[in-house]
């Protein structure tokens, strides 16, 4: 069964993603500073904004005055519209206690958008969240039950700032959230010569294909960032050949009938997706080789 997707606002985002977030999802975008990350939340909520949902930005960095600025001077001239009539509400934790923000406040902001499931949320930047306490097991029980507050009413994007070691993913504030995450997108930098390059990559997409390429982008004022496919990252889909049937059918013979029914079945959920660097025969011989 297909998953239900929405679409990121971020311009080929989504083709690397077999068609956006998933509905109803918690999405991470990691990423040194001056990555795009608070961009990309801006096109997120600009997104469903135009779609005709609703937004709650939670700032636990900056003000809402910075914010609004900030995505005025990115190209997003009506932001302060959506902010007078109240379909895009900035829930301001700067300075705050966390912990009671997440524990107090929280549950009743959530309880006043009951009945929407379509609402867009983000929250911008998760890092002073998990710095709030030192228990690896606690900081796991805020994040979960963060998380799980919001997406009961709409599809969830949180930020990260990356502190560890260039390019590793492998720091305290970023391995929780990337666990419990339905999706990961990494912003970096990559150096060649004097320049810096910005990178993109899916990292992960829970119940859903997704590219594995690093990808290019920039971030143009007016169209925030823009992604530059390098080719063949999009989702490849075909049709198995006929030939390839004709070939399984014959190499088939010698099994068992139950190991058949088992590599046919396989061979079924093939057809129409990405194999990535595979054939048809290739993949189907390596199945065959393990029920010998």
């Not at 929405?6 to 311009?11: A, L, N, T």
């Not at 937004?55 to 900030?70: A, H, P, S, V």
């Not at 959230?177 to 810096?196: E, N, Q, R, T, W």
């Not at 046919?264 to 595979?278: K, L, P, S």
Request: aromatic fraction near 8%; proline fraction near 3%; charge should be negative.
């Amino acid at each position: 069964m297909a998953v239900e997707k929405v679409r990121s606002g971020i311009p080929g985002l989504d083709n690397l993603m077999d068609g956006g977030f998933n509905k109803n999802s918690v999405n991470i975008i990691i990423g040194a500073a001056g990555t795009g990350k608070t961009t990309a939340v801006f096109q997120f909520l600009r997104k469903g904004l135009e779609e005709g949902s609703e937004g709650i930005y939670i700032t636990l960095d900056e003000t809402k005055d910075q914010l609004i600025r900030e995505a005025i001077n990115l190209g997003w001239e009506g932001i302060q519209d959506y902010v007078d009539s109240e379909r895009l509400i900035f829930m301001e934790a700067t300075g705050s206690d966390f912990l009671d923000f997440i524990e107090n406040e929280l549950p009743d902001l959530i309880g006043n958008w009951e009945g929407s499931t379509d609402a867009r949320i983000a929250i911008d930047p998760l890092t002073p969240v998990i710095w709030a306490v030192k228990e690896i097991y606690r900081q796991r029980e805020i994040l979960s039950s963060l998380f799980k507050l919001t997406r009961k009413i709409g599809h969830v994007v949180g930020t990260l700032e990356e502190h560890n070691t260039f390019g590793t993913l492998t720091g305290s504030e970023s391995i929780i959230p990337m666990y419990l995450a339905d999706s990961v997108i990494y912003l970096s930098y990559i150096g060649l010569g004097f320049s810096l390059n910005r990178m993109l990559r899916v990292i992960k997409c829970r119940s859903s294909w997704h590219s594995e390429a690093t990808n290019p982008y920039n971030i143009i004022p007016g169209s925030g960032i823009v992604i530059h496919a390098i080719e063949g990252s999009g989702k490849k889909v075909s049709d198995i050949p006929e030939d390839v049937n004709a070939y399984m059918d014959q190499e088939l013979l010698s099994l068992p009938l139950e190991a058949r029914n088992r590599i046919r079945e396989a061979v079924h959920h093939m057809n129409n997706t990405d194999i990535g660097i595979f054939n048809y025969k290739e993949l189907i011989r390596l199945l065959i080789d393990e029920y010998k």
